[in-house]
T-cell receptor, first 117, second 115 residues
Framework: EAGVAQSPRYKIIEKRQSVAFWCNPISGHATLYWYQQILGQGPKLLIQFQNNGVVDDSQLPKDRFSAERLKGVDSTLKIQPAKLEDSAVYLC???????????????FGAGTRLSVL | GENVEQHPSTLSVQEGDSAVIKCTYSDSASNYFPWYKQELGKRPQLIIDIRSNVGEKKDQRIAVTLNKTAKHFSLHITETQPEDSAVYFCAASIHSGGGADGLTFGKGTHLIIQP
């Protein structure tokens, strides 16, 4: 099966500029996650969608970050305005909800590497 | 919220030897513990996972153990090979079906297999 697709792979911007990342999850996966991975650290959850609804955005810096998944498939994460500390890899993941207490495996995309100068 | 600590940050072993990476978690409600392998510049890939109703799980050269009482879990790799060199991340989440189940990751262990 095709994996999680992300674009662009790399992005370089100056501080205070805006940037957007795109994610296409695995077909049929209702749950989509955005993670931020700063160099040398583990990924940190930013937001989780179930179809087109937000399940958890408690760690999303809402003054500058926004995300949407309007049709319950593709998703876009935006940063406006960017700061130096936003330099990181932004990973998208998706999972197929199986209901009950069955674990949902999260499959990750290759990520977008953002450099803020 | 959940906090996951991972040790060591770097582990160097001779090819053929075993490697052990340890993690602790803080939230006793966490019930799902996956391990991901990430090669340089590539996506994290799931290598093994365990649920809280199981104490140990094995898949060929890889095994994971879980101690719910102590809130720690470990990854064991036996007969290490050069292709095992990568960064390994442990993670924890609370999965109850349909709710928030984002992963909380440790900081990672850079495993180096010496030839």
């Amino acid at each position: 099966e095709a994996g999680v697709a992300q674009s662009p792979r790399y992005k370089i911007i100056e501080k205070r500029q805006s940037v957007a990342f795109w994610c296409n999850p695995i077909s049929g996966h209702a749950t989509l996650y955005w993670y931020q991975q700063i160099l040398g650290q583990g990924p940190k959850l930013l937001i989780q969608f179930q179809n087109n609804g937000v399940v958890d955005d408690s760690q999303l810096p809402k003054d500058r970050f926004s995300a949407e998944r309007l049709k319950g498939v593709d998703s876009t994460l935006k940063i406006q305005p960017a700061k130096l500390e936003d330099s990181a890899v932004y990973l998208c993941a998706s999972s197929f909800p199986t209901g009950g207490r069955t674990k949902n495996i999260q499959y990750f995309g290759a990520g977008t590497r953002l450099s803020v100068l | 919220g959940e906090n996951v600590e991972q040790h060591p940050s770097t582990l160097s072993v001779q090819e053929g030897d075993s490697a052990v990476i340890k993690c602790t978690y803080s939230d006793s409600a966490s019930n799902y513990f996956p391990w991901y392998k990430q090669e340089l510049g590539k996506r994290p890939q799931l290598i093994i996972d365990i649920r809280s109703n199981v104490g140990e799980k094995k898949d060929q050269r890889i095994a994971v153990t879980l101690n719910k009482t102590a809130k720690h879990f470990s990854l064991h790799i036996t007969e290490t090979q050069p292709e095992d060199s990568a960064v390994y991340f442990c993670a924890a989440s609370i999965h109850s079906g349909g709710g928030a189940d984002g992963l909380t990751f440790g900081k990672g262990t850079h495993l180096i297999i010496q030839p």
